[in-house]
């Protein structure tokens, strides 16, 4: 894992204490920032000091988000009721579970680019 529990603690997030609890949400947070950047946590070690830093953060983000929110891969976006009538949007697809700062922090980091990459 990229980020561990100490690593997580010493950054300032949230925590409930449970140190089985922050391992799984950082280990489904890593998971799912590999997704949305295209494989970028399997390459860390070959990235730029800055991206490190980026997904590091990321990836406390992601997790801080599980254990305040819980694990709805399937988040209702918009819920409206005006008498009998009643509306559900569900967001569907993987950014959806993105949390805002984590993907704001890789948005900015450029870690969420979606071009072609040469090398």
Known sequence: MIVDSRYYNNSGFENTGEVQALERALARAERL?????????REFGSLPEAAQNSLKYAICAQAERYLIHGYDDDAIDCKVKIGDFSYE??????????????????KLSGLLYTGTEVR
């Open 33 to 41: 920032i590999d997704l949305v950047t295209f494989g970028k946590c």
């Open 89 to 106: 949007s569900r967001s569907g697809g993987v950014l959806s579970s993105l949390s805002s700062v984590a993907a704001a922090t890789l």
